[in-house]
C-alpha cells in the first residue's frame, strides 16, 4: 500500500537508502566499544614498551605492540585535576575554570564546591546521547556538590555516565594510616610557626614580668595558652578525621566504604569494569577505567606485594598491569576486541618528588625527561599514549607527532557518530588521520602548556618542518640546589618566589633537545628571535580567544565546607560518618 502510492522514482530512492539504513544498523564496526584506561600519577618512563627493563608491564606491553603507540604524547596539564577535566572535555582547563591562581591546583577535600561545571560537555554525555551505555570505574576527581549534600551538581552521573562506582576524589598519603601527609607545607605555616611565635612571645612576656619591666596581666597567658590549646585541637582532629572524612568510595550517588579500604581495592575495581563488559556485552560501550594506581598511598593486594624491583611502587605499577591484563581477557573472551578501541594513559608526569622519610621512591620514572608532576618540563606532560583497534589501527606502529590527551575527546566523538558541541572551543585533535597513515604530520602546530592558571610554555611544530620549537616563559625553582623537582614543598608552585622568569623566555629544539638541557640562543639558532616573535603572536591570539568563566579552583571553591560533607550513617554512632557495604555484601552488585 505504502509502495504503491509512490510514484516511481521516489521508491527507488527510498529503497536505496532503506538499503543503505540497514547496511549502517548491521555494521556495527562503524561504531566501536571504548574501554578507556587512566593510570594516576604514572611516568612515561615506567612502561616496558616506552624503555622500562626492570619493571614488568607485560599486558601494557601487549596492548601497545597491537596497536599505536604514541611517543610524543601530552597531557593539557601537569595535575590532575586540570588534566582529567581536560581529558574529558577536550578543552585547555583555563577554559573550563579549571585552572588555580593560588598554590592549590586540585581539590583535596570531598566536601569542596568547585568542580567541572555542567554547561561543559564530556565524552561520556556525547556518547550516552547517542546510545552508548557509560561507566565511571575509579577516580573521579572532578568535584561532587555545589551547595549542599545532595546537589551531585559536578558527579560523573551529572557528566554523563550511567554508572560510577569508585573515589569521587582522590588517593592521597593520609588516606592510609601511617603514610604520611601531604599538608607538610601548609602544617609548617597553619601550625608550627604560630605555636613557635606563641611560645616565644609567652616566654618574652613572663621574662618581662619576672624582671618586673611590664607588669603583663595574668589574662594575657591565659590567652594565649588558649589560643596555643586551639590551635593543636585543630590539628590533631584534622589529622583524625581527614581519612573517614575525604577517602571513601561511592556507588553512583551512595557511600559504599567509609573510609575506603586498600584491601583488594584493584580486584574490586577491575571486577567492577569486567562486570560491566558483560553486561553490555551486545550494546555499545564506553568504559572509563580510572586507576587509584599508582599515586600514594601505594598499595597492592598480597599477591603483587614485594614482587617487583621496585619497592612499593613496582608492585602497585605490576598490579595495575595485571588489571588492564584482565580487561583486555574480558574482551578477548567475548569477542569484542576487535571491535573495541582500547586507549591507554596516564594523567600527567610522575611524581618525582614522592620519597618516604626512609628515602624509598614512591614516584615513578619520567625516563629521561626533565621534573615531573607539577611542572611544564617534559617529565610533567609527557605521558603514555596508546591506541588498539585491532580492524582499524594496523599493529606495531609508533608516532612521535605531538599529540595531546584532549585529543581522546573529537576522536571518540567522531568515531561514535556524535557532532561536537558546536558552541565552544575544542582543543582537541581527531587522532584517526594521523593513525590511519592518511595524515604525515599533527594537526597541532600550537599547544599551550599552563601551570594552573598560568601560560608557562608554548610548544610550536611548524609545518614542513622536523623542529619542535619550546618556549618557557619561566620556570620553577627546583631545590635543593641541583635537584631534578621541588623537593622541600613536595610539588612545583607556579608564580611568586617559587619560579624564575625568562625574558626573553628560554628557548628549546624538543627535536634535538628532548632533555630540554641546552637553551638556544640568538649565537646557536639564528632565527631566534623571529621564532619568539611568532610564538609571542599565537600566544597572545591564544589568549584573547580565552573567556571569563567562574573560577572553579577559587580558594574559595577548594576549601573544606562543613555543609558538603558527605557521611554515611554508621549504625552505632550518628557522629562518625563510616560504613562498609563492601564487605557486608549490601552494595547492590550491577
Ligand atoms: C540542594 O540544592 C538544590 C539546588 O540548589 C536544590 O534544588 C535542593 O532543594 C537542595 N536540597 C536541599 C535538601 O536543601
Ligand atoms: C582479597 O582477595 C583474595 C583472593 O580473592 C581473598 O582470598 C582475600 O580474602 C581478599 N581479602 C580481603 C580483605 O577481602
Ligand atoms: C613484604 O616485605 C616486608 C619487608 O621485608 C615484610 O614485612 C612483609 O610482610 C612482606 N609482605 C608480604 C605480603 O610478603
Ligand atoms: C580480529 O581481527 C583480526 C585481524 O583483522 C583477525 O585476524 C581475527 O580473526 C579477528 N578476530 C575475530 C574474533 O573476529
Ligand atoms: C623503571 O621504573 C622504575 C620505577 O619507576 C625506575 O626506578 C627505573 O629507573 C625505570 N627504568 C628506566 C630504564 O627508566
Ligand atoms: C593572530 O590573530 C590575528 C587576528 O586574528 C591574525 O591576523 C594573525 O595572523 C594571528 N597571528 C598568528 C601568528 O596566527
Known amino acids: 500500500m505504502f509502495w504503491k502510492q509512490m510514484p516511481r522514482r521516489k521508491m527507488k530512492v527510498s529503497l536505496l537508502l532503506l538499503v543503505l539504513l540497514w547496511e549502517a544498523e548491521s555494521q556495527p564496526a562503524l561504531r566501536p566499544n571504548f574501554v578507556l584506561l587512566m593510570a594516576d600519577d604514572l611516568g612515561v618512563g615506567d612502561l616496558g614498551c616506552y624503555g622500562n627493563k626492570t619493571l614488568r608491564t607485560p599486558n601494557i606491553d601487549t596492548l601497545a605492540s597491537g596497536g599505536v603507540k604514541l611517543t610524543q604524547h601530552l597531557a593539557a596539564s601537569p595535575l590532575c585535576t586540570p588534566s582529567r577535566a581536560s581529558f574529558m572535555t577536550g578543552r585547555y582547563p583555563i577554559r573550563l575554570g579549571m585552572a588555580a591562581l593560588t598554590r592549590m591546583g586540585v ?24 546510545g552508548y551505555s557509560t561507566a565511571l570505574i575509579g577516580k573521579w576527581h572532578l568535584g561532587i556538590n555545589c551547595h549542599n549534600t545532595t546537589d551531585f551538581c559536578h558527579h560523573p552521573l551529572r557528566h554523563g555516565f550511567d554508572y560510577f562506582y569508585g573515589l569521587p576524589t582522590t588517593n592521597l598519603r593520609d588516606c592510609k594510616s601511617g603514610e604520611g601527609t601531604v599538608f607538610s607545607t601548609a602544617y609548617r605555616e597553619l601550625v608550627f610557626f604560630p605555636l613557635q611565635l606563641i611560645g616565644v612571645t609567652m616566654f618574652t612576656l613572663a621574662m618581662l614580668r619576672f624582671l618586673r619591666l611590664i607588669l603583663v596581666p595574668v589574662g594575657v597567658f591565659i590567652i594565649l595558652f588558649l589560643l596555643a590549646g586551639l590551635i593543636l585541637i585543630l590539628f590533631l582532629c584534622f589529622l583524625h578525621y ?9 556507588q553512583n550517588y551512595e557511600i559504599s566504604q567509609q573510609p575506603m579500604s586498600f584491601d583488594n581495592l584493584t580486584q574490586r575495581l577491575t571486577l567492577e569494569a569486567t562486570g560491566f563488559i558483560r553486561r553490555n556485552a551486545e550494546k555499545p560501550f564506553l568504559l572509563f577505567l580510572s586507576y587509584v594506581h599508582v599515586h600514594t598511598a601505594l598499595f597492592s593486594s598480597k599477591d603483587f606485594t614485594n614482587k617487583s624491583r621496585h619497592g612499593l611502587y613496582g608492585d602497585a605499577v605490576e598490579e595495575m598491569d595485571w588489571s588492564v591484563g584482565q580487561v583486555l581477557n574480558v574482551l578477548d573472551e567475548l569477542g569484542l576486541a576487535n571491535n573495541t578501541l582500547v586507549y591507554f594513559t596516564s594523567d600527567q608526569g610522575a611524581h618525582v ?4 622519610s626512609k628515602g624509598e621512591m614512591h614516584g615513578g620514572s619520567n625516563g629521561i625527561y626533565k621534573g615531573g608532576k607539577g611542572n611544564n618540563w617534559e617529565g610533567g606532560i609527557r605521558i603514555p599514549g596508546i591506541l588498539r583497534w585491532p580492524r582499524v589501527i594496523q599493529a606495531g606502529l609508533e608516532t612521535d607527532e605531538p599529540t595531546s590527551n584532549m585529543d581522546v575527546f573529537p576522536t571518540i ?3 561514535a557518530g556524535a557532532p561536537l558541541p558546536p558552541d565552544r572551543v575544542i582543543d582537541g585533535r581527531d587522532l584517526m588521520p594521523l593513525i590511519q597513515g592518511k595524515s604525515q604530520h599533527s594537526d597541532h602546530e600550537f599547544l599551550f602548556h599552563y601551570c594552573n592558571a598560568y601560560l608557562n610554555a608554548v610548544r610550536w611544530y611548524p609545518p614542513n618542518s622536523k623542529s619542535i620549537w619550546k618556549m618557557l616563559y619561566f620556570t620553577p625553582k627546583f631545590n635543593p640546589e641541583g635537584a631534578n623537582g621541588c623537593f622541600s614543598t613536595h610539588v612545583c608552585f607556579c608564580f611568586g618566589n617559587y619560579i624564575t622568569h625568562h625574558d626573553p623566555p628560554l ?28 610564538m609571542q603572536e599565537v600566544a597572545d591570539n591564544h589568549t584573547r580567544s580565552l573567556r571569563e568563566v567562574p ?20 549504625p552505632s554512632s550518628s557522629l562518625s560518618c563510616q560504613c562498609d ?3 557486608q555484601g549490601q552494595r547492590m552488585s550491577n
Not at 242 to 250: A, G, K
Not at 353 to 356: K, Q
Not at 556 to 569: A, G
Open 581 to 583: 557495604r563492601e564487605k
Open 107 to 130: 581539590y583535596l577535600f570531598t566536601a569542596s564546591s568547585g568542580g567541572l561545571p555542567t554547561s561543559e560537555v564530556t565524552f561520556a554525555r556525547l556518547l550516552r546521547d547517542q
Open 413 to 415: 566523538a567522531k568515531l
Open 551 to 570: 573560577n572553579q579552583l577559587s580558594a574559595w571553591n577548594v576549601l573544606w565546607k562543613p555543609w558538603l560533607q558527605l557521611c554515611c550513617p554508621s
Open 353 to 356: 618528588e614522592e620519597v618516604t
Open 507 to 534: 628557548l628549546f629544539d624538543l627535536s634535538r633537545d628532548p632533555r630540554e638541557r641546552s637553551p638556544l640562543t640568538p649565537a646557536t639558532e639564528p632565527r631566534f628571535h623571529e621564532i619568539l616573535r611568532t
Open 242 to 250: 581527614f581519612r573517614p572524612l575525604n577517602c571513601f568510595l561511592m
